[in-house]
């Protein structure tokens, strides 16, 4: 395989054959070198002489694509981009002058002018003629050894095909896609742009874009190590020429990328001999880029067949040329090949020097692709903010002429003694209104107050009875605990009464609270007191204090918190400890003897999410709708005997709203309930030292 700037060249030589032309209607090729180019650019010429006005612009691009010599055809583009008659027309003939500017191997000035008609072209909402530019882009940024711009540039021309019909556009972008995949070495990808550019030139009888894309599915073939299939794709090109009637550029880069392939397999003659017919009709032409890359192929093939002398001289031959008009690129790869040479002729010196020239040219072209991206970058964010600045400008103009509209409508409303005497009357009918208004809302409020009164007494009612009932059996088992007290003079059994106390005074501290902060949840007076707590700690205290009640019903209460979890929130200790107990509680209360309930906590996104699973027997589609409502029951039943007054939810739901979470339930298929608690996570604290705030999260 040859090195990459051998195969560099070739594609130089492809981009060259395919892009000096209109777009995909004429040759790179001069139109002198065809039979009748000679006189179709006499007998245009002396249409010109009396051509109309509206005539002379078609006809100056005719010429311009039809001569070969460089500066004629700049002339040429230029007049007619003087003579256009519509912007359309005026960026047709900038599009050409960027094209001749790069044959004559002005590469910047090429892109430039191209990137400056891409966007009049975007200003006039023309993407047919955005298409070509950006086209055009990629081929030059390609051939200058700038892969991400050219990158950039077919991107943007491929999201454009999305908005145009099937047009002769497609086969050319296709075809840059697959020069700049190939550039990356993504060998397949590039393979099926070059297949799709050839399928679509040959559903418009493009032969030429055919030749151009079967030229470089070759070469990316070839670079991939897969010669028969090049040599394949090179005959296609060769037919796709004849069919066109003969367009000796192409077939003198096929015959030049043959004789690579010849040269990689050792066949050093046949690579020779190709070499030279390519290098004689590229003569015949004119086109210099191309003589210099075949002088340099001829080279190679001498130097494999051990004619290293005749090798240095071929290549001084080509490099001036190489070095007038050449591309970085082109350079290094000659540079390469004189190091191989003049190792060939063992001086080594002199092949050392060149290789660092290569070097030197290659991170130069690194670089200044860097330098080039950077400059795009900050050019865009300078435009991003202008356009931010002019909107922001756009809105305060609007707002002032808002502001003096309504300056001028307080003018008028306060002209003429009639108007204002209207005003009055108005004003005297909406006092009465808003009058008559305000004292239905008074009359509606009293109302809702006595029937909020009356509620109240209703609820007071309802919640002593509760309590009574509630408060009754806790008492009960700490007056039976204590008599056992009294009896025993065991310390594991007095350890064991004491905790059942404790629990018991828990419950019924805890019933108090329910009751106090359902009054405090209707008068809309509960206060948060909320601070950053570890909810990982919280759980598991919470999960020790009610170790005893699940004890006491023969259950088992565990938790699943991973090791070093700190799931830090902003939450009232108290209020969330209330809110887990009750969930708790529930659970334990539905759930039969010997099962488990279950406390988890897992992150979800900015979220956690605490889980609170029993083995009960589940809630119904109807629990679920009621399940938060003040003094609403499940359809089951506690299994241990206890009471449920549907309260102890309710609070929870509100608590967790409070704090701006929320709370939710499933049943699952396998039996039993899940509820989930979901808070924010706590933002880092500002007071935590930086150490401790890392350890903690």
């Known amino acids: 395989m040859p090195s990459f700037p051998v195969r560099w060249l070739t594609w130089v030589g492809a981009l060259l054959a395919a892009a000096a032309g209109a777009w995909a209607q004429t040759a790179d090729a001069p139109m002198e070198a065809r039979p009748t180019a000679r006189a179709r650019i006499e007998a245009l010429e002396k249409q010109l002489e009396s051509a109309a006005p509206a005539e002379r612009f078609e006809l100056r691009m005719k010429l311009a694509r039809a001569v070969s010599n460089a500066d004629k055809a700049l002339a040429h583009a230029a007049a007619a981009a003087a003579v256009a008659g519509s912007p359309h027309e005026k960026l047709t003939a900038e599009l050409e002058l960027a094209r001749i500017e790069r044959r004559k191997g002005l590469d910047e000035d090429a892109i430039r002018r191209a990137a400056a008609g891409e966007a009049e072209a975007a200003r006039w909402n023309d993407d047919g003629l955005r298409l070509?530019?950006?086209?055009?882009?990629?081929?030059?940024?390609?051939?200058?050894?700038?892969r991400p711009a050219a990158l950039e540039a077919v991107q943007r021309a491929l999201g454009l095909l999305a908005r145009l019909p099937e047009s002769e556009a497609h086969a050319a972008v296709y075809n840059a896609a697959g020069l700049v995949s190939a550039r990356a070495e993504q060998w397949e990808e590039s393979k099926a742009y070059f297949e799709r550019a050839i399928e679509s030139a040959r559903r418009h009888g493009d032969h030429e874009m055919v030749a151009t894309a079967a030229i470089n599915l070759g070469n990316s073939l070839s670079d991939h190590g897969r010669n028969a299939e090049a040599m394949a794709a090179y005959d296609v090109a060769q037919a796709a020429c004849e069919a066109a009637g003969g367009w000796p550029a192409a077939e003198a880069n096929t015959k030049l990328n043959r004789a690579m392939i010849h040269a990689d397999e050792g066949r050093a003659e046949e690579a020779l001999a190709?070499?030279?017919?390519?290098?004689?009709?590229?003569?015949?032409?004119?086109?210099?880029p191309n003589i210099a890359n075949a002088r340099r192929t001829?080279?190679?093939?001498?130097?494999?067949?051990?004619?290293?002398?005749?090798?240095?001289?071929?290549?001084?031959?080509?490099?001036?040329v190489v070095e007038a008009v050449g591309t970085p690129v082109a350079l290094a790869s000659y540079y390469g090949e004189f190091a191989l040479v003049q190792e060939a002729l063992g001086d080594f010196r002199a092949a050392l020097d060149y290789t660092r020239r290569a070097t030197a040219l290659r991170e130069k072209m690194v670089?200044?692709?860097?330098?080039?991206?950077?400059?795009?970058?900050?050019?865009?964010?300078?435009?991003?903010?202008?356009?931010?600045?002019?909107?922001?400008?756009?809105?305060?103009q609007a707002a002032h002429e808002t502001e003096l509209a309504r300056a001028r409508w307080e003018k008028l409303a306060l002209g003429g003694a009639a108007t204002v005497a209207v005003l009055l009357t108005a004003a005297v009918i909406v006092f009465q209104r808003q009058r008559l208004k305000a004292r239905n809302a008074v009359l509606a409020e009293a109302l809702r107050a006595r029937a909020a009164a009356e509620d109240a007494d209703r609820m007071k009612t309802r919640l002593l009875g509760v309590a009574a009932h509630d408060i009754r059996a806790p008492l009960a088992s700490v007056s039976h605990a204590v008599g056992h007290l009294r009896a025993t003079r065991q310390l594991g059994a007095v350890d064991d009464l004491l905790a059942s106390i404790q629990g018991q005074l828990n419950r019924v501290i805890g019933h108090a609270r329910d009751f106090l902060d359902i009054a405090a949840l209707e008068s809309g007076k509960l206060v948060l007191n909320c601070d950053r707590v570890d909810l990982a700690d919280l759980v598991r205290a919470v999960a020790e204090e009610q170790q005893w009640l699940a004890r006491s019903n023969g259950q088992?209460?565990?938790?699943?918190?991973?090791?070093?979890?700190?799931?830090?929130?902003?939450?009232?200790?108290?209020?969330?400890?209330?809110v887990l107990n009750n969930l708790v509680d529930n659970a334990l209360k539905f759930s039969p003897q010997g099962s488990r309930v279950t406390l988890a906590i897992e992150p979800a996104g900015g979220w956690w999410r605490l889980n609170v699973r029993d083995q009960g027997p589940g809630l119904s589609v109807e629990d679920v709708k009621r399940l938060y409502e003040p003094f609403e029951r499940a359809s089951a039943r506690p299994t241990n005997g206890q009471t449920s007054h549907g309260y102890g939810l309710s609070i929870a739901f509100e608590i967790v709203r409070l704090h701006g979470g929320r709370i939710t339930v499933e049943s699952p298929s396998d039996g039993g309930a899940i509820f989930s608690v979901e808070l924010a996570v706590a933002q880092p604290d500002a007071t935590v030292p930086r150490g401790a705030e890392s350890a903690a999260i």
């Open 132 to 146: 070509r530019f950006l086209t055009f882009m990629a081929h030059t940024e390609l051939r200058a050894g700038r």
């Open 274 to 288: 190709l070499a030279r017919e390519a290098l004689e009709i590229h003569l015949r032409l004119g086109l210099r």
């Open 298 to 320: 001829i080279a190679a093939a001498l130097r494999l067949l051990g004619r290293p002398a005749e090798a240095k001289r071929e290549l001084e031959r080509g490099l001036s």
């Open 367 to 396: 670089n200044e692709a860097s330098r080039k991206r950077l400059a795009e970058l900050r050019e865009r964010f300078d435009a991003v903010r202008r356009d931010q600045a002019l909107v922001e400008l756009q809105r305060k």
């Open 556 to 578: 088992w209460l565990v938790t699943a918190i991973p090791d070093g979890l700190a799931a830090w929130a902003e939450v009232d200790t108290n209020r969330f400890r209330q």
